[in-house]
Structure formats: C-alpha cells, structure tokens
Nanobody, 125 residues
Framework: QVQLVESGGGLVQAGGSLSLSCAAS????????MGWFRQAPGNERDFVAA????????YYADSVKGRFSISRDNAKNTVYLQMNSLKPEDTAVYYC??????????????????WGQGTQVTVSS
C-alpha cells in the first residue's frame, strides 16, 4: 500500500508562486509514474502534470504549460510541483497520484492507483 501526503498549499496573490510537495511511503516509488491533478468546486478532477519513473519524461496540461514544473527525487520518495505566475483560475484542491502500471506518464485519472488527500491552493486577484 502506498500513502501519499501533499503539502505546500496556501493562499497567494495572482502572479505569485507556490511549491507543492508529495511524499510517498513504501519502497516502490521509483517504479511508479506520478501525477498532479486539481479539482475546483463544481468541477471534475483535471490533469495538471505527470512525470515518468526516472523523471526523463514530463507532460503538462495546456493551461499550465510554461508556468508549472513537475519534478521528482527518488531518493527522497517525493514529487514536486513548482507553480509560478499563478492565476485565480488555478484555485483548486491539488492532488498527487501514483500509477503502478503505466510505462509513460498518464493524463487520465483512471490510470492512477493511489491518491493523496489533497492540498488547497487559493490564488487571489
């Protein structure tokens, strides 16, 4: 069983930055692709970014491309999401997720096996 714990959310003004972290338990982190998703009130859970097992391959939603950066440290069992130039529309609960099976990072939430509890990100205008 993998447990994921996000941290780093908070309130920031538009144009600011936040860095999210997701710490994973267990010994299989380096064999899992990792993703970040977000969910705003009344909306579905949307893909944000994903990263391959080694970190060599990353995917981003068009809405965050050029502003967000996903990375991972397999020695620390941690995946990160650096968010710059934040906009009010980035306000959501952000979730990290682990995928045991996919060779390449997936943009589909259904492919992920484990989820964190989420961390709130609020961007004020």
């Amino acid at each position: 069983q993998v447990q994921l714990v996000e941290s780093g959310g908070g309130l920031v003004q538009a144009g600011g930055s936040l860095s999210l972290s997701c710490a994973a338990s267990g010994r299989t982190f380096s064999s899992e692709t990792m993703g970040w998703f977000r969910q705003a009130p009344g909306n579905e859970r949307d893909f944000v970014a994903a990263i391959s097992r080694t970190g060599a391959t990353t995917y981003y939603a068009d809405s965050v491309k050029g502003r967000f950066s996903i990375s991972r440290d397999n020695a620390k069992n941690t995946v990160y999401l650096q968010m710059n130039s934040l906009k009010p529309e980035d306000t959501a609960v952000y979730y990290c997720a682990a995928d045991r099976s996919s060779v390449l990072p997936s943009v589909w939430s259904r492919d992920y096996d484990y989820w964190g509890q989420g961390t709130q990100v609020t961007v004020s205008s």
